[in-house]
């Protein structure tokens, strides 16, 4: 009995937070899961996650700010890909005195640099074969810059801007390219390592990979160029 071949999402930048989570929501929705990140190992459970759900994960080590190690990796893959989530980010919090010139460099590699070359990789393979979904996961600072925050709310600016340049280069070519500015923390562990235990809710990870989900489901007729996603319990 013949097989239905699954669709390919790849995670650039996939984590044990809101890339678990990814990778569960788009297997459950039928998906194989490729991840990018510069660690050898697969955060825990995402395997286990996307075999339970029918799908196969394949895990590769690439450093997405470097433009030989990422044509390397994405070369062979790019014609299988359908979906693109690029999540990867480097959060530097601290005063522009304090962040020496090659942490600033570093930070706008990741979060968009980065973004650049995976996009120049995929995208006009996508539009080759005339669809596709690429997802870019934003943040709070890619719409205002706070204190101590100079570094990665110009790397999250900067990627903003990529997106919409790249939203309206190859949306006439059948790919959906979209922005999701994910304001506020997400729970998940490297969160809790880094900020402590939350005061109040915080964004659900697998929510949030829901709502990607939706975003590679969208109808041509109407694409979200950019979504907004914030927990319920924020006061305004």
Not at 102 to 114: K, L, N, Q, S
Not at 129 to 156: D, H, M, Q
């Amino acid at each position: 009995m013949a097989t239905t071949k699954r669709p390919l999402l790849l995670i650039a930048g996939i984590g044990e937070g809101l890339g678990l989570k990814l990778a569960h929501s788009f297997a459950v929705g039928g998906h194989d899961v490729v991840g990018l990140a510069r660690r050898a190992e697969p955060p825990a459970g995402v395997a286990e996650a996307v075999a339970a759900s029918g799908g196969h994960y394949r895990h590769f080590v690439a450093d997405l700010a470097d433009p030989a190690a990422v044509s390397q990796v994405l070369r062979p893959l790019a014609p299988s890909v359908d979906v693109l989530v690029y999540n990867a980010q480097r959060l530097q919090i601290a005063t522009v005195g304090e962040i020496e010139p090659e942490t600033f460099e570093a930070v706008w590699r990741d979060g968009c640099f980065g973004a650049f070359l995976v996009a120049r990789a995929l995208l006009p393979v996508m539009a080759a074969r005339g669809g596709g979904t690429a997802i870019f996961s934003g943040a709070t600072a890619s719409r205002r810059g706070g204190a101590r925050f100079s570094a990665f709310a110009s790397a999250k600016f900067g990627l903003r801007g990529l997106v919409q340049a790249l939203a309206r280069e190859f949306g006439p070519a059948g790919i959906h390219v979209t922005h999701v500015v994910i304001d506020g923390l997400i729970a998940a562990p490297q969160t809790e390592r880094r900020f402590g235990p939350a005061e109040g809710p915080r964004l659900d990870p697998a929510a949030v990979a829901a709502a990607y989900l939706a975003l590679a489901r969208q109808p041509a007729s109407a694409w979200t160029q950019e979504l907004d996603l914030r927990s319920g319990s924020e006061r305004y």
